[in-house]
């Protein structure tokens, strides 16, 4: 539910009015829009233009020395007008109080300063109360957005594509979460297609059912491993000497399976359950928990046939030699034409993909859907987006492609990775290595193990969400798990510095948040760090506005500079008993944000390390 103290009802308290609300402005959770809506209604007054017009023209400020929020004059100009005459009398005419105590024109820009005893008084007590609800919206209509991630194929090894999709769709959907959504976090696995067949193959050559059990990803690896070991064998046979192929089997078992053959589908059954149980042990150290395992195995044939119809019956389908084709370079020439169906009748990845979605619409009605894939499926999440478009869902609006660029170089001592489980293993233990070497350090920490895990993952993750997703980039265990520099345990030593302040000082005998005197907050380093602080609901509404992570870790390691140049200047051991506590609520208002950004991310923020 909303906070009843929310920003507005602070300023209140403050005996300042509230600012009239601009549509789609949401001045109870975020400062800034309280500011936007403030100074939309001043200008108006002064400058008679329309309050949205204003509104839209104002942009948040890159370097505090040119204020806090900005608007280039021109952007409101009409025809003949000057803007930095407008500049310098709108400037004039602005009242200064405790919203804004500056307000300065240069050249054709008119620039805002936030008033200290805005960030201190009302931004401050609002964070701590609002403790991880801070950034958070509550939106009365709440839309459901499912978001498909991860999607590794069973038996098949889970590469850095993979790794990808889990680490970005993990933050996307807590971020629409924290933003009022309804997610529904889905796993669409590879479990169906002709490699079962192959793996049955293999499973009956090679198969231990013990083996399956204790390690049911490995096993079936291996068995992966040999059939195709033995599959390259024969190719390099005489086809006439050879008769049934590994192929010819495997085909012949997939359409048992495609058919519904119990006896075919029961050991394909085991080999996904298995799978499935040892992956949710693995994302939940991602802090990744599933509401749907879907996969390619789960689309209903009759959700298919009726896009099979609906194309043949507006034209769209042309057949050749049994197979069919939609042609899709009518509609844009770079999509050109795609196999739909084989001649065998069985279908294909492309074709159960669109039943799928299909289906999801059927059982989740959602407002969006996110597919999260590598940009190497750029072009075939086109092909299938526009043939939801042909079939004219009117859904079919509502899908986004959330790409990624490649990693090179992923590996570990063992060798090239295959499963996720040994990249988050291998963090992890070098990461407790290193905090070995340490002994001063290991003398301290309760739980080295757990928090070695959290640090190795934490490193991992911010390598991966740092740049642009768009972005390649090269795996590098060095670089990511120096303590030093804009990495992940960076981050996680910033937290644990907050939380033993926080735990160093007795905070019971500190009082209510009410009787803080948060006015002594006045040194340069501390209106730095309230007004990153401010900023945080609006970096979280341009993250997910561009499902852009980077946004939010670029802004994470700012907070973390911030909070460290205050260790310098503002003391709180020590200190007179007012000054410590003012200071100290600074420092955990920090932290709330701190760690509810780094648990958005997937990282486990450490209290010790
Ligand atoms: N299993 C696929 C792969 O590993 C990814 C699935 C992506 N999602 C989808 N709806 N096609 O390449």
New binding site residues.
């Given amino acids: 539910s909303p906070l009843k103290r929310n920003l507005t009802f602070r300023l209140q308290q403050e005996g300042i009015e509230i600012p009239k609300n601009v549509d789609g402005s949401r001045q109870g959770e975020n400062i800034i829009d309280l500011l936007r809506n403030y100074i939309s209604q001043e200008l108006s007054k002064i400058s008679h233009l329309h309050p949205n017009n204003i509104f839209s023209a104002i942009e948040r400020s890159k370097n505090v020395k040119n204020g806090d929020l900005l608007i280039p004059i021109p952007k409101l100009c009409s025809k003949g007008d000057n803007a930095r005459e407008l500049a310098i009398q709108w400037s004039k005419n602005f009242p200064r109080n405790q919203i804004l105590h500056e307000v300065k024109s240069n050249g054709h820009f008119l620039q805002f300063f936030i008033s200290p005893s805005l960030l201190s008084n009302v931004l401050l007590p609002y964070i701590l109360q609002s403790r991880d609800k801070y950034g958070s919206q509550f939106l009365e209509d709440r839309k459901t957005i499912l978001i ?1 991630f991860s ?3 069973i038996a098949k090894p889970f590469h850095a ?2 790794l990808r999709s889990t680490i970005i769709g993990g933050f996307l959907s807590n971020l629409y979460e924290k933003r009022g959504w309804n997610v529904v976090r889905m796993n ?1 696995l ?1 479990d169906w297609g002709i490699q079962f067949g192959l793996l049955a193959v293999a499973y009956r050559k090679y198969g231990n059912e013990q083996l399956l059990k204790e390690n049911p990803i490995n096993h079936l690896f291996e068995l992966y491993v040999s059939i195709n070991k033995d599959r390259d064998n024969e190719k390099m046979q005489d086809k006439l000497v050879l008769g049934r192929t590994i192929d010819d089997e495997a085909r012949e078992y997939f359409r048992k399976m495609e058919f519904g053959d119990p006896e075919a589908l029961s050991l394909w059954e085991k080999f996904r359950k298995l799978s499935i149980e040892s992956y949710v042990n693995t994302y939940r150290r991602l802090n990744i928990k599933y509401d749907v395992y879907s996969g390619e195995s789960e689309v209903s044939k009759n959700s298919i046939e009726i896009a099979l119809k609906s194309l043949l019956n507006k034209g769209c389908i042309y057949e050749n030699k049994g197979a069919k084709i939609v042609d899709l370079s009518k509609h844009n020439e770079k999509m050109g034409r795609v196999l739909i169906q084989k001649s065998d009748g069985t279908t294909l ?1 492309l074709t159960r ?1 669109i039943g ?1 979605a299909i289906d999801r619409y059927t059982n989740y009605k959602f407002d969006r859907m996110i ?1 999260v ?1 590598a940009s190497q ?1 750029d072009l075939y999440a086109r092909q299938l987006f526009e043939i939801l478009k042909l079939l004219q869902f009117p859904w079919a609006d509502n899908l986004s492609h959330v790409n990624f660029g490649m990693v090179q170089g992923m590996s570990t001592r063992k060798g090239n990775v295959i499963f996720l489980s040994d990249i988050l293993e291998e963090a992890k233990s070098r990461v407790l290595k290193i905090i070995r070497n340490d002994v001063n350090k290991l003398s301290k920490i309760e739980e080295p193990e757990n928090v070695a895990d959290s640090i190795g993952i934490s490193a991992v993750i911010i390598q991966d969400l740092q740049s642009k997703r768009i972005n390649n980039y090269k795996f590098q265990w060095e670089r990511i798990l120096s303590f030093e520099g804009d990495t992940g345990p960076y981050l996680q030593y910033a937290h644990s510095r907050l939380a033993s302040i926080e735990k160093n000082m007795d905070i019971s005998s500190f009082g209510k948040v009410q009787e803080i005197d948060f006015g002594l907050l006045r040194e340069p380093e501390a209106l730095e760090l309230m007004k990153i602080l401010a900023h945080y609901p609006d970096i979280l509404s341009k993250s997910l506005k561009n499902h852009e992570p980077s946004i939010v870790v670029t802004y994470l390691f700012k907070l973390a500079h911030a909070i460290s140049k205050c260790y310098d200047v503002l003391w709180v051991a020590g200190q007179p008993n007012d000054l410590a506590r003012s200071r100290l609520s600074l420092y955990l208002a920090a932290k709330i944000v701190l760690n509810d950004g780094m648990k958005l991310l997937g990282i486990t923020p450490v209290d010790r390390m």
């Fill in positions: 498909e999607s590794p194929n594509g993979h669409y590879g990845y993909d799928a597919y894939i499926q």
